[in-house]
């Protein structure tokens, strides 16, 4: 049976012609008509999708080792593993349907695709080309990385004192009731946000707000970390995190590039403004505290790498490359004062800023891309292009997916610590997790 992405509707029609717009859909029944799967496409898209997995391991695992204290590093390592090995199964299992299984539902895909069902090695996947096409396992597998991604990033907000048991339970609730819907609302044709016309290339709301907000009320709900504001707890080797840091860069071509689908000119839009906006992002964070504080820092330089990378990701199709470096600057600027000043004022203990930064750079990147898809700066919107309505459309998109996941998130952060408790013993804290929870150690004297 041959399969294709539904991408037929007025609102797709009118995208495309504006300039790609790289959104996901739900494959459905293929007319009958000649297609073409494309060697190279498919090629670009199986590397795109192994860059997403090093976006994780290790890149993403070392950039959080690093950050936190040496008797917590093999913690963070293991929940980073055991997240994507979950996510991957439940994937597979009924993750792939309730995004993408075909439903006309505004809010999830259906049971259609449960277990995979129907998909063979001769389904394909419709690309944003009319008639050309990439294997369905292919798109499968890459919709499997970002929904591995998202819980992982979350790890970051309360790393240091999660149960290991409870951020497993807690990520198994959560792909499926925040993650999946949050999905089909925003990449499948029939889903809610995507009818209301939001741009969101690769996932500024999706992943980066979803994971940003899951983040910060797991941070408040799990509490402080024993000792936070008095003892010492820099990171322990910003070495490792520089590491992680470059591999998620690097992976983040796959991320953005990638979800274009086709190896072209669009792909390669969100490949420059992957550079560009990362490197405004380091310039203006590196500035900002230069002069807040009175020297730069590598913590500083690597925090720009994400807040520029976050902030593109929902606009990588759409802005030039002159755009994305502004807007790669005023995440940086916002996301600062959101790590050093409001998370100050207000006494949450966010470890790896992953609310400060995903949650706070995915809004910015999400109102910004109605402005940097305009073409006076160089966007791809087209001469009828209207700003102020795309910006409010924007807007809705992040109130509804913060509301989304933020009511969500506490309910099932509440359901886990009823059920097994959020947080490790005192002593196991100080202890360190890696011992307590693991039996193990990264660094022997």
């Not at 520089?242 to 072209?264: H, I, P, Q």
């Not at 207000?346 to 809004?363: E, L, N, R, S």
């Amino acid at each position: 049976m041959t399969l294709q992405m539904s991408h037929t509707s007025p609102l797709r029609l009118g995208l495309m012609a504006a300039g790609a717009f790289a959104a996901f859909a739900a494959p459905a029944l293929a007319q009958e008509a000649a297609t073409t799967m494309d060697k190279g496409d498919t090629t670009f898209m199986l590397v795109s999708t192994i860059l997403v997995l090093l976006m994780i391991l290790p890149g993403l695992a070392l950039f959080y080792g690093g950050l936190v204290r040496t008797k917590n590093m093999l913690s963070v390592l293991i929940q980073c593993t055991m997240i994507t090995a979950l996510v991957m199964v439940i994937w597979v299992f009924y993750g792939y349907s309730f995004a993408f299984g075909g439903s006309d539902s505004a809010f999830w895909g259906g049971t259609g695709k449960l277990f995979l069902a129907g998909v063979t090695s001769a389904s394909e996947a419709e690309t944003f080309t009319e008639g050309v096409m990439i294997p369905e396992y292919i798109f499968i597998a890459f919709q499997m990385t970002f929904a591995c991604i998202t819980p992982a990033l979350i790890v970051g907000a309360f790393a240091e004192r999660i149960r290991f048991s409870a951020i497993m339970l807690f990520t198994a609730l959560w792909v499926t009731i925040v993650y999946f819907p949050v999905a089909h609302m925003v990449w499948d044709v029939n889903g809610l946000l995507f009818k209301m016309g939001a741009l969101d290339f690769a996932g500024g709301t999706v992943v980066h707000i979803n994971a940003g907000i899951a983040g910060l009320i797991g941070a408040i709900m799990v509490g402080k970390r024993t000792g936070f504001g008095r003892d010492m707890m820099a990171p322990h080797s910003m070495t490792l995190t520089m590491v992680g840091a470059a591999l998620l860069w690097f992976g983040w071509f796959g991320f953005n590039a990638g979800s274009n689908l086709e190896a072209n000119a669009g792909a390669a839009l969100a490949m420059i403004n992957t550079f560009t906006a990362t490197a405004g992002a380091i310039l203006a964070w590196t500035v900002i505290e230069t002069l807040h504080r009175g020297k730069a820092s590598l913590l500083g330089a690597v925090s720009g790498i994400i807040a520029g990378l976050v902030a593109v990701t929902p606009a990588a199709g759409f802005a030039g490359p002159v755009g994305a470096i502004a807007l790669g600057a005023v995440s940086s600027g916002v996301c600062y004062y959101f790590v050093a000043v409001v998370k100050n004022k207000f006494g949450y203990d966010d470890t790896a800023d992953v609310f400060g930064i995903h949650g706070v750079g995915g809004i910015v990147g999400a109102l910004g891309t109605a402005v940097v898809n305009m073409p006076g700066l160089g966007g791809a919107g087209g001469e009828d292009y209207a700003v102020g309505s795309q910006f409010v459309i924007q807007a809705s998109a992040v109130g509804i997916t913060i509301l989304w996941c933020g009511i969500l998130s506490f309910i099932l952060f509440k359901i886990v610590d009823m059920a097994l408790g959020l947080r490790v013993s005192v002593e196991d804290e100080r202890q360190g997790l890696d011992l307590a929870s693991h039996g193990e150690a990264a660094y022997h004297d």
